[in-house]
């Protein structure tokens, strides 16, 4: 079980660690981090501070997609939040005052969670499909954030209080840092100590199975959209006190892009099931540790196009036929053609085709060692073969 | 054609009865609402239906219809492509900066095409013969295009291409109007149209002719329906499954041209959310989104249903833009939940 888990995060760590030597190749003070008027600065620090709202939505976004689901509206759900609460403090008379910044991110998490039940009780209990019924919402929603600002940017710069939660600092940690983290820590604690993660697994892998096997699936599914909208709103919380500007258009734009590629880098797989949280986690990490790597080392406009090179190739080597030819030729050392020509047959014995190169060598598990989960996938199918 | 190739999406002959009605309650819904909307529009507005305004209704979104169309396709064979609004995008500045760099028109307009048509080829081929889902491989082609659009250029690029700046200019007289205005006096007014919206209608005629007259078309319809099955048929489902999203790509390289044309620039930023505009057209239009069924003319209805909205937004300058985008996601969803009763119905 250990062996297992260590498989299945070892490449995003490869990944991971592969980019911040990078990173310290083209800046040798990459990993200074300096004590500045008693809080933490560096480029470490930065990346994870950056790194916060993507982790708060990909935590939602990773237990909607093992239900098999997917939320499309998390950045909408940012800028309705970020953009409620900073109109609120701008529009108080007392803007700095403790008891009016809890007022107001009370308010936008309380309109956050009914956002992510409204896409909850349009999956879960209309039965429309994820990606159409949180197109809405990623639709309409922005609409309603720029309803709540009238079309104007706000600077809600009059209220350290509401500072802290994205820019401030707590105990010389940036305190976004503190919060994304505890929240990690909170669902990971929920979901692993707890049977709710083996629940939301067994919707995920077999909707019909688990409810045969007594499993409500309904509140299950609509807690996961609940809960991702909640974690959208505390991101756009962070996003606009940091940088004490909301406008309703870029706030969390393409975040969800960002979140869903943080959650497929981290090995959880986009058709449900099996999530990993410390996986997405990483993925995160990767996400902006590249980015930072690009602005230092290109140029910040290449960003989004790496981006694309990235998501392309890890869907690629989570593509089954894209493994079998890999395999294939770390098997062989050169490239079979019969794989590149063959007509696309049906799944069936696409299936059957896998595993007879495996099956007459034992000993792949050792040699393959980088093919992930490779080991498991052949030995089902040999199984059932 | 041949009775035998009828239009598709039709119930079994022994439902025809209920089926004839169901299969355009969509479509009806939504012409109904077009006129509601057209006739409310009109009561708050005296010029609303004004012959230069219904015709400024296409003038004015005529690069949502290609978008639209592409999208047709893709979603009927039960795919979707969030890579629309990028590629068109990406079309108006590979566009913009050939002809900053002195190239002609005539080599501009075919490059553009096949530039978006290879995107398409390769997202088409990672769908297909690499099973990756379609709404994350075109998610990562809107990355693409988008980023290199950026790194292209990070500003607009104007155009002053003779070619390009006739086509913006360029209006096609129809027929003359008497028109008041605020004060009163009567003027009279030529109605026009422009070369654009006859190039996109001319796409949306082909789009027709090749769904519901084509073997093609039939495949697509086929492969949305039930993708097992037609590959049990013997139908070329993979090669169906790449030609739409090459489809979906050029049509959204065309869009990239009329925008270019319409606004004499290539935009880096342009298009943002636009792949949603054309979600919600094709939707509205009364296309399944799980695939199987729909008509590409309903996409057009969707289009026109949006560029209605956009026009209360234009008459009413009050009105914050962020209600247009309300009402889209409320339309989107009435018609989504109607989908439901409707594909609920159908089982029984």
């Not at chain 2, 900053?100 to 307009?109: C, F, M, N, T």
């Amino acid at each position: 079980m250990k062996k297992l888990t260590s498989h299945r995060l070892l490449w995003p760590a490869v990944v991971l660690i592969a980019l911040l030597l990078a990173n310290l190749l083209w800046n040798h003070s990459f990993f200074d981090i300096t004590l500045r008027d008693g809080n933490l600065y560096g480029a470490p620090v930065d990346i994870l501070r950056r790194a916060a709202p993507i982790v708060l939505v990909a935590l939602g976004m990773t237990l909607v997609i093992a239900t098999r689901g997917i939320d499309l509206s998390v950045g909408a759900v940012a800028a309705i939040s970020g953009s409620w609460a900073s109109m609120y403090i701008i529009s108080s008379a007392d803007g700095a005052s403790v008891s009016v910044v809890l007022t107001a991110v009370g308010v936008a998490l309380l309109m956050a969670l009914i956002a992510g039940a409204w896409n909850g009780f349009l999956v879960s209990v209309l039965g429309i499909q994820p990606i159409v019924a949180t197109l809405v919402l990623m639709v309409a929603g922005r609409g309603l954030a720029q309803v709540i600002t009238d079309e104007k940017i706000l600077y809600p710069d009059n209220s350290p209080a509401y500072k802290l939660i994205g820019g401030g600092y707590l105990l010389a940690v940036p305190f976004s840092i503190l919060l994304a983290g505890g929240i990690f820590a909170l669902t990971a604690v929920l979901t692993r100590k707890t049977a709710l993660g083996t629940l939301i697994e067994s919707v995920g892998v077999n909707p019909e199975a688990s409810r045969l096997a007594g499993v409500r699936a309904r509140p299950i599914i609509f807690l996961a959209y609940v809960f991702s909208g909640l974690c959208a709103g505390i991101a756009g919380l962070m996003l606009t006190s940091n940088s004490t500007s909301a406008d309703p258009n870029s706030i969390g734009l393409f975040i969800e892009l960002d979140a869903i590629l943080a959650v497929v880098i981290g090995g959880t797989s986009l058709a449900g099931g099996r999530f990993s949280l410390a996986g997405t986690l990483i993925g995160a990490f990767i996400i902006e540790t590249m980015d930072a790597f690009v602005v230092i080392a290109i140029s910040a406009r290449s960003t989004d196009v790496f981006k694309a090179c990235v998501v392309i190739i890890v869907c690629l080597l989570q593509s089954s036929r894209v493994r079998a030819w890999l395999l294939n030729v770390l098997r062989w050392g050169r490239t079979p053609t019969r794989t590149h020509h063959e007509p696309p047959p049906p799944t069936a014995s696409k299936d059957l085709q896998i595993p007879s190169p495996i099956a007459t060598d034992p000993a792949t598990d050792t040699t393959n060692g980088s093919e992930t989960t490779n080991g498991s996938d052949t030995k089902t199918v040999k199984a059932t073969s | 054609m041949s009775t035998s190739l009828a239009p598709v999406t039709g119930a079994p002959r022994s439902r025809q009865r209920f089926g004839r009605f169901e299969q355009y309650t969509q479509i009806g819904v939504t012409a109904l609402l077009l006129v509601i909307m057209l006739i409310v529009g009109r009561l708050l507005y005296p010029n609303f239906t004004s012959g230069q305004a219904i015709f400024d209704l296409l003038g004015k979104n005529v690069f949502l219809i290609p978008l639209a169309i592409g999208m047709t396709f893709v979603i009927l064979s039960g795919g979707i492509d969030l890579s629309v609004g990028a590629v068109m995008a990406l079309g108006s500045v590979i566009a913009a900066s050939l002809l900053q760099a002195g190239w002609s028109a005539v080599l501009v307009i075919p490059i553009v095409l096949l530039a978006a048509s290879t995107l398409g080829l390769v997202v088409g081929i990672m769908i297909s013969r690499f099973e990756i889902q379609p709404f994350i491989a075109t998610l990562a082609a809107m990355f693409l295009a988008r980023g290199l659009c950026l790194v292209i250029t990070d500003r607009s690029i104007a155009i002053d291409n003779s070619f390009f700046q006739s086509m913006n200019l360029a209006h096609i007289n129809l027929w003359e109007q008497e028109t008041v205005n605020l004060r009163g006096k009567v003027r009279i007014t030529d109605v026009y149209t422009t070369p654009s919206v006859l190039i996109a209608m001319a796409l949306l005629l082909v789009a027709f002719i090749v769904l519901h007259y084509s073997r093609f078309g039939r495949t697509v319809y086929a492969v949305g329906g039930n993708e097992p099955s037609s590959r049990l048929m013997g139908l070329r489902v993979d090669r169906t499954k790449v030609s739409v999203y090459v489809i979906s790509a050029f049509c959204a390289g065309i869009a990239g041209l009329l925008f270019a044309f319409y606004t004499a620039s290539g935009d880096p930023v342009a298009g943002i959310g636009y792949e949603l505009n054309a979600i919600a057209a094709v939707v509205i239009g009364g296309t399944l989104l799980s695939g199987g069924s729909g008509y590409v003319l309903g996409s057009m209805l969707g289009v026109l249903v949006l560029a209605t909205i956009y026009a209360y937004k234009e008459f009413d300058g009050d009105l914050n833009t962020g209600w247009t985008r309300v009402m889209i996601g409320v339309l989107v969803l009435f018609f989504i939940v109607l989908q439901r009763f409707i594909v609920t119905r159908r089982r029984r």
